[in-house]
């Protein structure tokens, strides 16, 4: 069942390619340019006065022995470059979650919110073939994330240092008083496809 959709779907994108390159550096589904929607952010920016607009709409899924909830965001960007090395980028969240007992077919909503979030990223060493570069930045300035759905632990301001060589990314990040750390790759699967 699944191989009798899965070569329409290759051929469509691989025969689209070429239409939807846009070179190495691309905006995340919050703005800032980076891998793996926007919680990796690298130490490139888009070209200076590049404009990028995104949106994207995420759904989760989740059950325990009680009860069910389901997860959507609805995620919109706007990412520009105004001076060489500083990318600013403002996006917009609508997050929607449902919760209901297991035993229960009809959902209830447990919070629909709508969060305005400012991000920043500023490259100190520019990428260059064979060198390092080193970006500092901020994701969601204002902290609008903070109180957001369930209020975990990983939402909030976050600040980053992070290098990218070539195709691999490392980073450190600060939030909530705590040190992490997150690391990427840019693998290129053909010509025009990240």
Same mark, same amino acid.
């Given at each position: 069942?699944?191989?009798?959709?899965?070569l *329409?779907?290759?051929?469509?994108?691989?025969?689209?390619? *070429?239409?939807?390159?846009?070179?190495?550096?691309?905006?995340?589904?919050?703005?800032?340019?980076?891998?793996?929607?926007?919680?990796l *952010?690298?130490?490139?920016?888009?070209?200076?006065?590049?404009?990028?607009?995104?949106?994207?709409?995420?759904?989760?899924?989740?059950?325990?022995?009680?009860?069910?909830?389901?997860?959507?965001? %609805?995620?919109?960007?706007?990412?520009?470059?105004?001076?060489?090395?500083?990318?600013?980028?403002?996006?917009?969240?609508?997050?929607?979650?449902?919760?209901?007992?297991?035993?229960?077919?009809? %959902?209830?909503?447990?919070?629909? #919110?709508?969060?305005?979030?400012?991000?920043?990223?500023?490259?100190?060493?520019p990428?260059?073939?064979?060198?390092?570069?080193?970006?500092?930045?901020a994701?969601?300035?204002?902290?609008?994330?903070?109180? #957001?759905?369930?209020?975990?632990?990983?939402?909030?301001?976050?600040? %980053? #240092?992070?290098?990218?060589?070539?195709?691999?990314t490392?980073?450190?990040?600060?939030?909530?008083?705590?040190?992490?750390?997150?690391?990427?790759?840019? #693998?290129?699967?053909?010509?025009?496809?990240?």
């Amino acid at each position: 069942m699944v191989s009798r959709y899965l070569l *329409p779907v290759v051929l469509v994108v691989s025969l689209c390619a *070429p239409l939807w390159a846009v070179g190495p550096v691309a905006s995340s589904w919050e703005g800032l340019s980076g891998l793996y929607m926007y919680t990796l *952010p690298t130490a490139e920016t888009l070209a200076h006065g590049q404009i990028a607009l995104d949106y994207a709409e995420a759904r989760y899924g989740h059950e325990n022995m009680r009860t069910k909830l389901t997860d959507t965001w %609805f995620v919109y960007s706007a990412t520009f470059v105004p001076i060489e090395r500083l990318e600013l980028a403002v996006s917009g969240r609508h997050e929607i979650v449902h919760e209901a007992p297991l035993s229960s077919a009809a %959902f209830t909503t447990r919070s629909d #919110l709508d969060r305005a979030l400012g991000h920043l990223k500023y490259t100190i060493m520019p990428p260059r073939p064979g060198h390092l570069a080193l970006a500092i930045g901020a994701q969601d300035i204002t902290g609008a994330t903070n109180e #957001l759905g369930d209020g975990r632990d990983d939402r909030g301001r976050r600040l %980053f #240092l992070v290098g990218t060589y070539d195709w691999a990314t490392l980073g450190i990040t600060h939030m909530h008083g705590k040190i992490g750390e997150y690391a990427g790759v840019r #693998l290129t699967a053909t010509n025009g496809i990240d």
